[in-house]
């Protein structure tokens, strides 16, 4: 471990510069002498430049911004994008080692990338894939088509690419930092460079960030310039850890944790190393000492006097919890008052209603500037329901997500809180889903669709500030806009998961047939419990039979059953006949997601990223999976019950029985 003693830190201040430009440069990280950085945190403040441009490395890597709080760097970079299209006409697939190259970074430093960066390709006819470090280890990729005539490809105005001219790949966490390998692949048997309509473009960007109109737009030219490509500045957002020079870990929690300074801190472990955070989330800095305010609470001498301290101090936390919640109900006010509301919803009409569930009632509002909303209330002035509106506004007011429904404010005039949403006009997938007569959703469609609730799943789980576990995932909780994109709602009884647990013990709450058996039995909540929810509503896209109402012969419910038919390969007994029409070679991979899913053991499911990248390689056409690479990897990517059938179905399900259903 990298030793360094305290003087530094003390002398910060005066003798080390803390801004670059208009950046703030706080510790670990340092500019100048080694004493005002911590070992593999110093930067390079370029003052040629008006303002001072601050520098990662080299001079292609600008830091815009550090955050010691989420523990990350933001950066823009030049010379990002990767052009294929010419000397390239080979169908070969080319490897791009990312390690120690210009790409990306040198492989040593504290970096790694993070989750909420994706992969992009511009192109026709193109294969990207993004190996971390593994046998190989996938933790991306994306294809793009179009045709070998097209000259110009006309975008739509929407900003995410869907493989027609261009794609987007969400990025899942490479172990050892930072990517290792890219590959590249034309999909046709042979490329000339005549047939070649547009220049292919392979890239890492921030997610968001990219636009299909408009980066695309300037990409996507027959005569588009290298040299203008290349001065292109791509957004890219990093995390960092202080890293364990070798040892385990997880050898200690404090220990090898010696860079947290203030005694008002505490160490989490990551992948590669730990970081500092203050106790209370003040904003300070943990890594100087002093640098957090920590409790005014001054401990008494004594064993009798520190646990009454300890007593009121837990008061303390409670009562500061309660107040920030309160604090941030009055924040998301935003001036809706009880007229306004009643005014727009025709005084809660009835003919206004939208729909419900078990947290409320929804109507459609018409606001005095014609804004359409959606108005939630709740069906009693009971605790219970003002807790559970209380706690999906400190949720939703923490997730930007697109596949999420945005909270625009509440009311607090009332007994209880009104919530106002975006409105999204097309009703539920199960609304779509369960029509009357032989066809309903294009099989397109629900794939579509459920790929983008795994993405923002995935995003609660494991991107998102503190993990988030939905709790009731079912397709009457998907809402579906006029363009049928998926987002997700109601998040009346979703936990938050402390970083530093994998789970927590709560009463079970959710909706029948949809429960995880094991959080039923065990009281259990962990991520695996949405995982489960998520295996039952692909099961239902694939049958459209209700989960809560379906009954086999033999007496099995529509999981059970459908995991039985799937282990003897008779899934067209059950399947949706629109779905035989429509499914093509991609039926038995979404069957063996779903099932994977839906296994009695939690730690046995995938995770929700898995499943997301497992069903966007699902999605890719049959020559995304020539050369067997995917093929080979999936269990890699989503777990062993993707793809092996060595078990008996029918055994595990039998065995289920003995929990609660």
Known sequence: M??????????????????????????????????CYWPGFNLTCNRDHDPPLLLLGNPD?????????????????????????????????WYWPLIGNPFLFYGEEPYSLSTSNELV?????????????????IISGC??????????????????????????????????????????????????????????????????????????????????????????????????????????????????????KSKHSQCKLGNRGYTCHCNDDDGGNPY??????????IIGVGSGAGLILLVLLAYFI??????????????????HNIEELEKATNNFDKARELGGGGHGTVYEGILSDLHVVAIKKPKMVVRREIDEFINEVAILSQINHRNVVKLYGCCLETEVPLLV???????????????QGPRSLSWDDRLRIATETAKSLAHLHSTALVPIIHRDVKPANILLDDTLTAKVADFGASRYIPLDRSGLTTNVQGTLGYLDPMYMHTWRLTEKSDVYSFGVMLIELMTRKKPFTYMAPEGNGLVAHFAI????????????????????????????????CVKLRGEERPTMRQVELRLEVAQSPKEFEADGDIAANSQLACGPGLTSRQYSMEEEYVLSARYPR
């Open 2 to 35: 990298f030793q360094q003693n305290d003087i530094c830190c003390h002398s910060l201040e005066g003798t080390c510069a803390t801004w670059c430009g208009d950046v703030e440069v706080p510790y670990p990280f340092g500019i100048g002498p080694s004493e």
């Open 61 to 93: 890597l600008r830091v815009v911004n550090i955050s010691l709080a989420n523990s990350t760097v933001r950066i823009v970079r030049t010379n990002a994008l990767i052009r294929r299209g010419d000397n390239s006409t080979s169908a070969t697939p």
């Open 121 to 137: 390709v511009t192109g026709c006819n193109t294969q990207a894939m993004l190996f971390g470090h593994g046998d190989p280890a």
């Open 143 to 260: 294809a793009s088509f179009c045709s070998h005539n097209d000259t110009h490809i006309t975008f739509g105005s929407g900003k995410y690419c869907y493989g027609m001219g261009c794609c987007q790949a969400r990025i899942t966490e490479s172990i050892d930092g930072m990517p290792k390998e890219l590959l590249f692949k034309w999909l046709d048997a042979y490329v000339a460079e005549d047939l070649i309509p547009l220049p292919a473009f392979v890239f890492i960007a921030e997610e968001g960030w990219f636009d299909q109109k408009s980066v695309a737009g300037k990409l996507m030219r027959k005569d588009r310039e290298l040299t203008s490509a290349a001065a292109m500045e791509v957004p890219i957002l990093l995390r960092w850890e202080v890293l364990h020079n070798g040892l385990s870990p997880k050898v200690s929690s404090r220990p090898d944790c010696d860079l947290c």
């Open 288 to 297: 100087v000492p002093n640098g957090c305010k920590g409790s005014s609470i």
């Open 318 to 335: 409670s009562y500061k919890l309660k107040h920030q919640r309160a604090q941030m109900l009055k924040q998301r006010e935003d001036d």
């Open 421 to 435: 949403y975006e409105f999204i006009s097309n009703g539920t997938l199960y609304d779509h889903l369960h029509v």
């Open 565 to 596: 038919l799937f282990a003897g390969g008779n899934l067209s007994e059950i399947l949706d006949p629109q779905l035989l029409s429509e499914g093509g070679d991609r039926i038995d991979e979404i069957a063996a997601i779903a099932v994977a």
